[in-house]
Each structure stands twice: as structure tokens, then as C-alpha cells.
């Protein structure tokens, strides 16, 4: 698999230009920046979250993590991480770990990082551990559409650590 079904069908549906960029198997998003030879910044990850009765797909830049008071203050709501097999029932189509940040191809809504719409090129994941998707800013703004955007994450000094902060 290179492009998960739903991910593929949404894209050509939308109309957007993509490019699918290939690189060795990698099981973390920096490890897939710096596999693909990419930077961080322009790698979007999709991290889950859940509040006890809402799905919410964060959408961030690789070398950040998700603040979760900022998106619990501006969600008004107590999201938490989804756990690891809530996600694979979620994207069926794609491997486990590869989740792309189109949340409304799987019925979810989406919230992004606002430092994202100041990046020319975007990559995310399609659905597998191999390939990624490459938009420029027009299509990436094209396929969050209308979906929430706000300051959810920041820099983060550890790359390695914990993909969001509690406070």
C-alpha cells in the first residue's frame, strides 16, 4: 500500500496536485523527516485526541508538540490522547502509526496548528510507514477547508519525547 484508499479517493475527489514521496520504513515522524530528507517543520503529524464523547484530530508540524490546555481552552473541552487501538479501528485503511491528518475522509473532525499556513510545502503521512503526500500551502489550505485552525502546539527542544504536554 503506498495511499490508503479512503486518503487516495478523497484527494482525487478534491482535485488537489499531490506528490507521493517514498522513503525507507520508518515507525516515527522525525525518523520519516529525516528519512524523506524533509524538514520537521513541514511534515504534519496527526495526533488523536477524545474528550469522553468527541473525536478531535489535531493536526501539527513533526518538530512540535500538542499543547493540550491550549486545545482544551480554545475546544473548551477535556481531550486526552486516544490510545493505540481506538486508532486502528478509526483508520482501518492504513497501518497502524500512519495516520494522515485528513480526519474528514474518516468522518472526524480536524483542528490545525496555525503555524502550518505559513509553510510553502506540506508533507503528511498517506497510510503507510513508506510514502508520504506532498502539497504546496494552496492545496494543504484547500484540503482543511473549513476546519478549525488555532495556536495547539510549539516548538518542541525534544524531538524524541512525549508528542504533547499536559499544561
Not at 522525525?30 to 511534515?43: E, G, N
Request: negative net charge.
Amino acid at each position: 500500500m503506498s495511499v490508503a484508499p479512503r486518503v487516495e479517493a478523497h484527494l482525487s475527489r478534491v482535485g488537489v496536485n499531490y506528490d507521493l514521496i517514498q522513503h525507507p520504513e520508518t515507525y516515527s515522524s522525525i525518523d520519516t523527516a529525516r528519512s524523506a530528507h524533509i524538514p520537521s517543520v513541514q511534515l504534519a503529524k496527526a495526533v488523536m485526541t477524545h474528550d469522553g464523547e468527541n473525536y478531535r484530530l489535531c493536526v501539527i508540524p513533526t518538530n512540535h508538540k500538542l499543547v493540550m490546555s491550549w486545545l482544551n481552552q480554545h475546544m473548551k473541552g477535556h481531550y486526552r490522547l486516544v490510545h493505540e487501538d481506538e486508532l486502528n479501528e478509526l483508520f482501518d485503511d492504513c497501518q497502524p502509526g500512519a495516520i494522515p491528518p485528513l480526519g474528514q475522509v474518516y468522518g472526524l473532525p480536524v483542528i490545525w496548528d496555525n503555524s502550518l499556513q505559513q509553510l510553502k510545502d506540506i508533507y503528511f503521512e498517506s497510510g503507510d510507514h513508506r510514502s508520504l503526500i506532498h502539497v504546496d500551502q494552496g492545496s494543504f489550505m484547500q484540503l482543511m477547508g473549513l476546519q478549525d485552525n488555532d495556536a495547539i502546539s510549539c516548538p518542541s527542544d525534544d524531538l524524541e519525547g512525549s508528542a504533547y504536554f499536559t499544561h
